[in-house]
Every structure is written in structure tokens, then in C-alpha cells.
């Protein structure tokens, strides 16, 4: 989506992954095999290009930062600030000391770690690996004794470290996604509702309304400007009767707001592009007064079909492996209110589902 978006903007993305089946090798013909982790295939791809940004939570920014001292590509968001906020840990001690409410958390590296963390917090808890987790890998929710058991027999703390956060109970969870310029500015795109299925989105609708978001602007821009950050960032939220709390924050484009490739007049794509080439921001509108999406989660099955309906777009991946629970595409519906636009896009789902 980011390179489809680079290519409306007249730009040339070059893209190094894997293989070519993968989607962003799909529409681009300025693609170079090789994995993003590995620093010969990584110099080699610089070669290529003036500005580089990444989309995975699978990228080692260690790797990114050694070897771009010795290049002089521009580098959005900063390779030292993905490698602070990939890892659950030093994102949380960031969001502490600028005073953006977060979950109390402890730093787990040994069982004992984890004995304490129970102590503290009680069961359930909820246990996440430090780096290299989404859509619920590397997420385990604790319930018992005995789930606490097969975690300390499963794990290895020392070479997976992990944060304990309590189990909280919320009213819903939101998402709002942020686009910083190279200049300072910003644009916020619409708050959003969000709902997961087994610990992955499943659908998102909005714009949505929270008088504890309005209070939390001011800080979170205030932290974007702290930490430089250049592109597009999301944060996800818990909400309460009575606050607003950060759940986790994604450096990068995000799943949240693959809306906005229909229902704003400036998507989250080319939001993320203008702010790292140091374009100015335009003001997005929505194109209808309300949206809502649908993520298509294989099943498992060879084929799945969806049917063409109004104010419905189908965004496919073209991914190779239909493995069960894998987000394959998504669909966005148009409405006069989240509810209603949500229902299109339900509607499409369990047509795609046939």
C-alpha cells in the first residue's frame, strides 16, 4: 500500500524483501530480493535509494542503524528511535518519563521476574516478548497456575525477554494514527473504535468521539516533537469509564487506519511518504461522514470470493499462503454512521467467507 501510494505520488519505490510473491514486490518492478535483516543485503539496497522507511515489526533496527552509519540514506522514523519503540520495554519507559499514561509494567528476565510480577499484579496477566510481536504472536494471556506453568516450561526469559502488564478491564479499545513532517507539522487522522479476534484486528469503524482523547493531543504532540519523530506513528488505547490509557504504540503505518485509503481525501500512506521526503501536510476530509473496516482473515480454504456492493472497496494482498487467521486483505465501506458503514463492510465479510 505504501508503494502503490509512492507511485500516485510520481515517486519510485524500491522495496527488498524476500520473495517476489510478497505483496509490495507485486507492484513495484523496482524490487531486490534479499532479507532486510542481513547487512550485505541491506547495503545493497541502499545503493538504490535516496530515502528508506520500513512496515514490519520483523526488522532488526540494530542491524539498520549499524549499517546506515556508513550511508548516507535518510533514514524515517530514525533507526535509534525504531529500535526504542520496537521494544515493548523501552517504549514503555519513554511514554513514563513524558508523561503519557501507559499500563504499570514490569521488566521479566528470569522466572523469578515473573513470580514477583504475579505477587504484584495477581491472574490474569498478560505476558508480551519485548520485540517481534503482532496480531497476537508473542502475546500470552495467563490465567492459572497451571497456564503459568507451561509458559516458565516455553520460554526462555533470557533470550526472549518480556514485559508483565495486569489484566485490564476496559470499555473499548481505540486508535488514532499521527503523520509528523520533517518541518514539525502535524495532522491527526479520526479516533477510531477497534475490535480483535483472538488478539488480531478484526475491525475498526469510526470517526468515534472521547472527552479523555481531546485532553491526551497536547501531550502525545508534544511527545512527537520530543523524540524528532518523522512519519506515521499509531497508538492504541484503552478506555475506562474514567481515563484513557495507551496500550502500545506502532512506529510505522498501521493497521487502524487502512481506512483512509477510501474514506479520507489523504490516506495514512501518502501522509507517511509527504512526511518523510519533507512535503508539506495537506488537511485530510472524510468523503463521507463515516467508515468502517473489515479485516479478511484466511481461513484456511483454497478459495473465497467477494461480492461487489455500493460504498464497498476490496484492498487484496495477493499473498501466496492462506494460512488460518493470516490477514489476506481488507474491505473499507463508506456510511452515514460508523454502525452503518461497519454493517456494509460485515456484510462483505461473510460473503468473502462463502
Same mark, same amino acid.
Not at 541502499?46 to 540514506?73: G, I, P, W
Not at 485532553?215 to 499509531?234: E, H, N, Q, T
Not at 501518502?270 to 472524510?286: E, Q, R
Given at each position: ?40 543485503? @541491506? ?20 542491524? &539498520? $542503524? ?8 535518510? !533514514? ?6 525504531? %529500535?526504542?519503540? #520496537? ?9 513514563? *518519563? ?13 522466572? +523469578? ?12 496477566? /498478560? ?24 509458559? &516458565? ?9 518480556? !514485559? ?8 473499548? $479499545? ?7 513532517? *520533517?518541518?514539525? #507539522?502535524?495532522? !491527526? ?14 475491525? /475498526? ?6 472527552? %479523555?482523547?481531546? *485532553? ?19 497508538? $492504541?488505547? %484503552?478506555? =475506562? ?11 510505522? /503505518? ?31 476530509? =472524510? ?9 479478511? @482473515? ?7 470470493? &467477494?461480492?461487489? +456492493?455500493?460504498? =464497498? ?7 501466496? !499462503? ?14 452515514? =454512521? ?17
Amino acid at each position: 500500500m505504501l508503494a502503490l501510494a509512492a507511485h500516485n505520488m510520481g515517486l519510485i519505490p524500491w522495496v527488498l524483501s524476500t520473495s517476489p510473491d510478497d505483496p509490495a514486490a507485486q507492484v513495484t518492478k523496482w524490487w531486490i530480493k534479499g532479507d532486510p535483516n542481513n547487512p550485505k543485503d @541491506l547495503s545493497r539496497f541502499l545503493k538504490n535509494v535516496d530515502v528508506l522507511t520500513v512496515e514490519s515489526e520483523f526488522l532488526d533496527a540494530a542491524v &539498520l $542503524e549499524r549499517v546506515c552509519k556508513n550511508n548516507k540514506v535518510k !533514514i524515517f522514523p530514525s533507526a535509534n528511535l525504531l %529500535f526504542l519503540l #520496537q521494544d515493548k520495554l523501552s517504549q514503555k519507559i519513554i511514554l513514563r *518519563k513524558s508523561n503519557l499514561p501507559t499500563l504499570p509494567f514490569i521488566d521479566i528476565q528470569h522466572a +523469578s521476574h515473573l513470580d514477583f510480577a504475579v505477587k504484584l499484579f495477581g491472574l490474569p496477566l /498478560v505476558l508480551k516478548k519485548r520485540r517481534f510481536g503482532y496480531d497476537g504472536y508473542g502475546i500470552f494471556i495467563l490465567k492459572s497456575s497451571r497456564d503459568l506453568n507451561s509458559i &516458565l516450561k516455553s520460554l526462555d526469559f533470557k533470550n526472549s525477554p518480556c !514485559i508483565a502488564e495486569p489484566w485490564f478491564k476496559f470499555k473499548r $479499545e481505540l486508535a488514532v494514527t499521527i503523520a509528523r513532517s *520533517k518541518k514539525g #507539522q502535524i495532522r !491527526i487522522l479520526p479516533l477510531v473504535e477497534t475490535k480483535q479476534k483472538n488478539s488480531i484486528c478484526h475491525w /475498526v469503524k469510526g470517526p468515534v468521539k472521547s472527552k %479523555f482523547f481531546n *485532553k491526551m493531543v497536547k501531550p502525545i504532540c508534544r511527545f512527537l516533537k520530543k523524540i524528532d519523530y518523522v512519519g506515521a506513528i499509531s497508538f $492504541e488505547f %484503552f478506555e =475506562t469509564k474514567k481515563e484513557l490509557v495507551i496500550n502500545e504504540l506502532a512506529p510505522r /503505518v498501521h493497521n487502524s487506519a487502512h481506512y483512509s485509503i477510501d474514506a479520507l481525501t489523504t490516506s495514512q500512506f501518502d501522509y507517511h511518504l509527504k512526511a518523510i521526503i519533507g512535503h508539506d501536510l495537506p488537511v485530510s476530509k =472524510t468523503i463521507q461522514p463515516a467508515f468502517g473496516t473489515v479485516n479478511l @482473515l484466511g481461513s484456511g480454504k483454497k478459495n473465497s470470493q &467477494l461480492a461487489n +456492493s455500493p460504498d =464497498t472497496f476490496l484492498h487484496w494482498y495477493g499473498k501466496s !499462503i492462506k494460512r488460518k487467521g493470516r490477514k489476506m486483505g481488507h474491505v473499507n465501506s463508506l456510511g452515514d =454512521t460508523p454502525a452503518q458503514a461497519l454493517a456494509k463492510a460485515r456484510q462483505a465479510e461473510k460473503e468473502f467467507s462463502k
